[in-house]
Nanobody, 120 residues
Framework: VQLQASGGGMVQAGGSLRLSCAASGLTFSRYVMAWFRQAPGKGREFAAVIRWDGFSTYHDSVKGRFTISRDNAKITVYLQMNSLKPEDTAVYFC???????????????WGQGTEVTVSS
């Protein structure tokens, strides 16, 4: 199984980025897909998760600003990030699990991470 995250970069506060995570080697439509993030000097934090049928939930810190989506035909999950803040600066990881979970230790597969830097 491989998860390839991309789309990170540097952006000013208030800007937008869209992250992508292309999956291979798993039955994508049967997996819950999530985005986690890890800020410098901090632990990994749940950001958003989406089920195979499109149901999703978010951490309170990103609710209303981030949107997670998936394209089962393209075997890809996305994270649209709007109204970015400096505190969103982190390495963002995508992850896959065969069940509805939001704890990072419950995820079976992880991407390599893509870095997002938001300047004030």
């Amino acid at each position: 199984v491989q998860l390839q995250a991309s789309g990170g970069g540097m952006v000013q506060a208030g800007g937008s980025l869209r992250l992508s995570c292309a999956a291979s080697g798993l039955t994508f439509s049967r997996y819950v897909m999530a985005w986690f993030r890890q800020a410098p000097g901090k632990g990994r934090e749940f950001a958003a998760v989406i089920r195979w049928d499109g149901f999703s939930t978010y951490h309170d810190s990103v609710k209303g600003r981030f949107t997670i989506s998936r394209d089962n035909a393209k075997i890809t999950v996305y994270l649209q990030m709007n109204s970015l803040k400096p505190e969103d600066t982190a390495v963002y990881f995508c992850a896959a699990a065969p069940r509805w979970v939001i704890r990072d230790s419950d995820y079976d597969y992880w991407g390599q991470g893509t870095e997002v830097t938001v300047s004030s």
